[in-house]
């Protein structure tokens, strides 16, 4: 079943949630309220359904304008935040905000490399010569 938190997504008002025995492993399951249509995938498929998007889903013929305008903005508006997010990343990446010039006299430490990622739990910094190069060993 999903959660309290992500049924605020419109699409969960016009779609139950249905459980099927041996269906596919992370899949959900959703029936259309208008037509009865279970849509295999998730809730985004369900809002492609109800939206009359044409992708990946057949649209439903029986969804209320109104419910279709909602729909469709929540798409529109969840898409200019998504490319608004990734604009953003992408000029921090170039005005270097995410990583820290190192003096070659100096000793880096992790924390002045700037963001961290899930793979710094697993590498760690060593000094490899006197040019001031660093390497990563992977910590075990």
Not at 44 to 66: G, M, Q
Not at 91 to 119: L, T
Request: proline share 5%.
């Amino acid at each position: 079943m999903a959660t309290k938190g992500s049924q605020k997504d419109p699409a969960w008002s016009c779609s139950i949630e249905i459980p099927i025995e041996g269906g596919k492993k992370g899949y959900k399951y959703l029936k259309c309220k208008f037509c009865s249509k279970v849509i295999k995938g998730g809730v985004k498929r369900v809002k492609e359904h109800l939206a009359y998007t044409h992708k990946d889903v057949s649209p439903c013929p029986n969804v209320p304008d109104e419910v279709k305008e909602e729909i469709c903005q929540y798409l529109k508006t969840f898409e200019t935040t998504k490319f608004m997010a990734q604009r953003n990343f992408e000029e921090n990446v170039e005005c270097g905000a995410y990583f820290v010039n190192h003096n070659i006299s100096s000793s880096p430490n992790v924390n002045d490399r700037g963001v961290r990622g899930p793979m710094d739990r697993f590498l760690g910094t060593t000094k490899d010569d006197e040019q001031g190069t660093v390497s990563y060993r992977v910590r075990r």
